[in-house]
């Protein structure tokens, strides 16, 4: 047996983007080398993990101690297409990021394989004493990461996403058909805040709720306050959701808070976007006036796919005889997510959110957000100065909205030549728009792009790629006409244009590999 053979952990398999920890035997060094680099590219083989005694039990040979290699090759192939793809080019949706190292191995873990429906002490199921500990880490940290008194915040890290949590939120605290108010989807709000058309109510928020849509001033792409504060007199709606899916400005919780007041209404903030800006204190913290708090956990705080809610306990008021009148959020938000909405929690989930947000009290974290928000204003400015207008007029945190309707290049085209360019980003409405399907504007975020080392410097390199990408999609509109089908036909079809497009993608794909991305091996 050669020296340079790799024993890999026989004790679980785990395959989550570039990890791959799998249980075999010896398999010889070439062999494994070409396949961590066709899937991972990494270049430090010099890995070995600790066998335990099955690994050498010869009826071990089942289909679930195989590779996936071995027994999906297909999968396998297209994996390692979405890795390559990630590796050469530059994330920029908002709403994307590359988790840590540690997340992945959370994901990755035995904890997957158990269920434990109920909470911490009262589960479903027996077997959970570990769990549990798991998550209680989970829940304090999670306080922790943003500085919050467990006297008066709790917390659950059991919703599946951010959409999971909202609705829990939703379905604990007020009736079916229950008014609530959100930003509407083309001014920066999100489908969960109840989003619906003339012709079809869209997000299950406006099919079980009644939503009425507050609207940002067109003219500056600020949300109207004041037009928010007369319309909820008018609606009287039980929650007011401060919150939003692309919209660059720090939203005004004090604003948010009086007005809910003045309808005796919940303040419900969805800070999904900008938690990571929130936990470092860059930006305003919706805790101090919101009474129940959501988020995500893989935008900017960079954790797993997964939603928290945050609720107010504890003491809320004195009445006038002098007793206490306490918070009664927890337990309706807990029975939201289960049993009402949901069944047994994704443990290994919840334990990537226990390391997350153990990093997320790290100098490191700290200074991670604030490349996060320098890159997003060097981006804006990048932008403004080649002639771009900006929603808002720029961005206070990690993502900006630029409007194309000056260029003549819609939404759709320019988020399509820029994919042909090794650049992903989406396209996304603008104050006016009158359909999310017909999109004026794209969204770029910088979280991503932060995380692989981009600074200041090199987003200037990136808004260059942008330019030509959107210079070229002018092109190609004046050949093809209005409609997307032609546009897309001139795209894969017209040799001169496909010739510019492989220049400008090679141009990319060549800078995006300077900067690794997080994976199991050192890169």
Not at 39 to 59: P, Q, R
Not at 236 to 265: H, M, Q, T, W
């Amino acid at each position: 047996m050669s020296a340079n053979w790799i024993n890999l952990n026989r004790r679980g398999f785990q395959l989550v983007e570039n990890l791959l920890i799998v249980r075999t035997r010896a398999i010889k060094d070439c062999v494994m080398r070409k396949r961590i680099v066709d899937v991972f590219g990494v270049s430090n083989y010099n890995v070995f993990f600790s066998t335990t005694c099955c690994s050498t039990k010869s009826n071990m040979t089942g289909i679930i101690y195989k590779n996936v290699w071995e027994t999906d090759p297909e999968l396998f192939e297209i994996m390692k297409k979405e890795k390559k793809r990630q590796e050469v080019g530059l994330e920029m949706i908002a709403s994307e990021n590359f988790t840590s190292l540690s997340v992945l191995q959370c994901l990755s873990s035995c904890l997957h394989n158990k269920y434990s429906e109920g909470l911490p002490g009262q589960r479903y199921y027996g077997g959970n004493q570990y769990i549990d500990e798991i998550e209680l880490l989970a829940q304090k940290r999670s306080l922790e990461a943003f500085n919050l008194n467990p006297e008066e915040w709790g917390c659950n890290v059991q919703p599946y996403s951010g959409s999971p949590a909202n609705f829990a939120v939703y379905t604990g605290l007020i009736e079916p058909h229950g008014r609530i108010m959100g930003l509407d989807l083309p001014d920066g709000g999100h489908l969960t805040h109840g989003f619906f058309t003339l012709n079809k109510k869209v997000s299950a928020t406006s099919i079980f709720f009644e939503s009425m849509p507050y609207k940002v001033n067109l003219e500056t792409g600020l949300i109207d306050y004041d037009k928010l504060a007369e319309e909820a007199r008018l609606f009287k709606p039980k929650i007011i959701i401060a919150g939003v899916s692309c919209y660059s400005r720090c939203l005004d919780y004090k604003r948010f808070r009086k007005i809910a007041d003045e309808n005796n209404a919940y303040l419900f903030s969805d800070m999904a976007h900008v938690s990571g800006l929130v936990a470092a204190g860059l930006i305003p913290s919706p805790f101090e006036y919101s009474d129940i708090v959501s988020t995500t956990t893989h935008k900017t705080l960079r954790g797993p796919r997964a939603g928290i809610i945050f609720f107010r306990k504890g003491v809320k008021s004195i009445d006038k005889d002098g007793n206490k009148i306490m918070y009664n959020f927890e337990d309706k938000i807990n029975q939201a997510v289960f049993p009402g909405l949901q069944g047994g929690p994704h443990n290994h989930a919840i334990a990537g959110i226990a390391t997350a947000m153990k990093q997320v009290k790290s100098p490191e974290f700290l200074q991670y957000q604030k490349q996060i928000v320098a890159n997003a204003k060097r981006l804006c400015s990048g932008l403004k100065e080649l002639g771009y207008k900006i929603s808002t007029d720029g961005t206070d945190v990690h993502m900006l909205l630029v409007d194309l309707r000056s260029t003549g290049v819609t939404g759709a085209k320019a988020e399509t030549i820029l994919e042909s360019i090794s650049i992903a980003c989406n396209k996304n409405t603008v104050p006016g728009d009158k359909s999310a399907l017909h999109s004026s504007g794209i969204r770029l975020g910088t979280p991503a792009l932060t995380t692989r080392g981009l600074v200041e410097k090199d987003i200037d390199e990136v808004v260059r790629f942008i330019h030509q990408g959107l210079l070229l999609s002018k092109e190609v509109s004046n050949i093809s006409g209005p409609k997307l089908v032609d546009y897309k036909r001139v795209l894969n079809t017209n040799a001169d244009i496909q010739a510019k497009i492989a220049v400008l993608r090679e141009e990319v794909e060549t800078f995006s590999k300077q900067f690794p991305i997080p994976g199991y091996v050192a890169y």
